[in-house]
Every structure is written in structure tokens, then in C-alpha cells.
């Protein structure tokens, strides 16, 4: 039998600043249940933790930036996976996020207008910017007359 214990210290340094260490620390039972040995590490995680810290102030200033965006925002790749969307996106088409993250950008228009989005997301991915006025399609099937900018 085992036991394990996970941990996070903060120690204060002499120059005043402060270092993180993970311990990860275990408990090794003898055959009638009783602890023989007591094992364990620390890592140093501070470079890390700031890093980690760093990467989600930057995803905080970015959501913030792309939901001050007007209008529909959203972000796709060659496969046509959504990446990232403002919350228009959401309030406009009346989709969640769940169920977005689950179409393409031809299930926001209508079927008679798909080929000619195709042929400009396909422009869009060869040189680097198209547009295209078409209907945006809702959730409840409303036609939204929308100028689509790519790039």
C-alpha cells in the first residue's frame, strides 16, 4: 500500500523574491499496514508557475480584445475547426459553444451560397485575404444579409 501527498510551497528568498517548489512525497506501508519508509522530491516550479501565470494574462487581454471586436468574430483553421469566436458569434447565431465548436463556416450559410464561400475560405488560405457578401444563417434559420471579411 501507498499513500501519496502532493504539495506546493512558497519559500521568501533573501533578496525578497519568492520561489515555488512542487513536493511530491510518499508513504510506503509494510505488510500489516504500518509506514516503513517515507520518500519524496522537490522541484522547483517558479520559472513555471510565471510562465503559466504569463500565458493566461495574455489569453485574459486576448478574450478581452476579440469580444470588444463589433460584429461576428471568429477564428478557423484550414480544416475548418473553429479556434477561438467573440461572444457575437454566439449572441448573433444563437448557437452555443458546444455546439459551435462542432461546424464549419458553411453550416453558417445558406446551401446555395456554400460553393462560393468554399472558393473564398479557399482564397483566403491562398492569398491571404477575400471578402464575400452572403446570408448568415441563425440558429433559428434567419437570413442575416452579412459582408464577410477573411484574412
Given at each position: 500500500?501507498?499513500?501519496?501527498?502532493?504539495?506546493?510551497?512558497?519559500?521568501?528568498?533573501?533578496?525578497?523574491?519568492?520561489?515555488?517548489f512542487?513536493?511530491?512525497?510518499?508513504?510506503?506501508?509494510?505488510?500489516?499496514?504500518?509506514?516503513?519508509?517515507?520518500?519524496?522530491?522537490?522541484?522547483?516550479?517558479?520559472?513555471?508557475?510565471?510562465?503559466?501565470?504569463q500565458?493566461?494574462k495574455?489569453?485574459?487581454?486576448?478574450?478581452?480584445?476579440?469580444?470588444?471586436?463589433?460584429?461576428?468574430?471568429?477564428?478557423?483553421?484550414?480544416?475548418?475547426?473553429?479556434?477561438?469566436?467573440?461572444?457575437?458569434?454566439l449572441?448573433?447565431?444563437?448557437?452555443?459553444?458546444?455546439?459551435?465548436?462542432?461546424?464549419?463556416?458553411?453550416?453558417?450559410?445558406?446551401?446555395?451560397?456554400?460553393?462560393?464561400?468554399?472558393?473564398?475560405?479557399?482564397?483566403?488560405?491562398?492569398n491571404?485575404?477575400?471578402?464575400?457578401?452572403?446570408?448568415?444563417?441563425?440558429?433559428?434559420?434567419?437570413?442575416i444579409?452579412?459582408?464577410?471579411t477573411?484574412?
Amino acid at each position: 500500500k501507498e499513500t501519496q501527498f502532493i504539495t506546493t510551497f512558497y519559500f521568501n528568498t533573501i533578496e525578497g523574491s519568492v520561489k515555488i517548489f512542487l513536493s511530491k512525497s510518499y508513504i510506503l506501508y509494510d505488510e500489516t499496514g504500518n509506514p516503513k519508509r517515507c520518500l519524496g522530491g522537490l522541484t522547483d516550479i517558479t520559472e513555471q508557475n510565471k510562465i503559466q501565470q504569463q500565458i493566461i494574462k495574455e489569453k485574459e487581454i486576448s478574450e478581452n480584445l476579440i469580444n470588444s471586436l463589433p460584429g461576428v468574430f471568429y477564428i478557423f483553421n484550414k480544416e475548418g475547426k473553429y479556434l477561438r469566436w467573440n461572444k457575437n458569434t454566439l449572441q448573433i447565431s444563437g448557437y452555443s459553444e458546444e455546439e459551435l465548436k462542432n461546424m464549419s463556416p458553411l453550416d453558417f450559410v445558406p446551401v446555395d451560397q456554400q460553393i462560393v464561400l468554399m472558393e473564398k475560405i479557399q482564397s483566403v488560405f491562398k492569398n491571404g485575404f477575400d471578402n464575400l457578401e452572403a446570408d448568415f444563417l441563425t440558429k433559428e434559420g434567419r437570413k442575416i444579409p452579412f459582408y464577410f471579411t477573411g484574412s
